[in-house]
C-alpha cells in the first residue's frame, strides 16, 4: 500500500501564510514527481505546483512569487510555503505523487485525500 498524508491546512486571514506538508509512505521504489493541485467551489482541479526528485519546479503563473514548493527526498515529503495569500487561494488542496511502488514495473499517480484552505478577509 502507498498512502499520502497531508497537514497544514486551515484557516488563515488575508496576507497571511500556512505551509501544507505530505509524506509518501508505503512500500515506494521511486517517487518521480510530487505536487499540489487545488480545487475551489465551483472551479477545476488545477496544478498550484510541483517538483521532481531532483528538485526541478513547476508554478502555476497565479502563485509564482508567493508559493515555494520544496522536498525532502529521503522523508518522502513535499511541502509548500504559502504567502501572501488571499481569498482567492481558498480550496482544498490535494497532494499527488507520480511514484513506483514496489510491486508495480510502472509509475502510477498516488493522491491524498485533500486539506482544506481558507483564506479571510
Known amino acids: 500500500q502507498v498512502q499520502l498524508v497531508e497537514s497544514g491546512g486551515g484557516l488563515v486571514q488575508a496576507g497571511g501564510s500556512l505551509r501544507l506538508s505530505c509524506v509518501a509512505s508505503?512500500?515506494?521504489?521511486?517517487?518521480?514527481?510530487m505536487g499540489w493541485y487545488r480545487q475551489a467551489p465551483g472551479k477545476q482541479r488545477e496544478l498550484v505546483a510541483d517538483i521532481t526528485s531532483g528538485g526541478s519546479t513547476n508554478y502555476a503563473d497565479s502563485v509564482k512569487g508567493r508559493f515555494t514548493i520544496s522536498r525532502d527526498n529521503a522523508k518522502n515529503t513535499v511541502y509548500l510555503q504559502m504567502n501572501s495569500l488571499n481569498a482567492e487561494d481558498t480550496a482544498v488542496y490535494y497532494c499527488n505523487a507520480n511514484l513506483r511502488a514496489r510491486w508495480s514495473s510502472d509509475p502510477y499517480d498516488y493522491w491524498g485525500q485533500g486539506t482544506q484552505v481558507t483564506v479571510s478577509s
Open positions: 508505503g512500500r515506494i521504489s521511486s517517487i518521480n514527481r
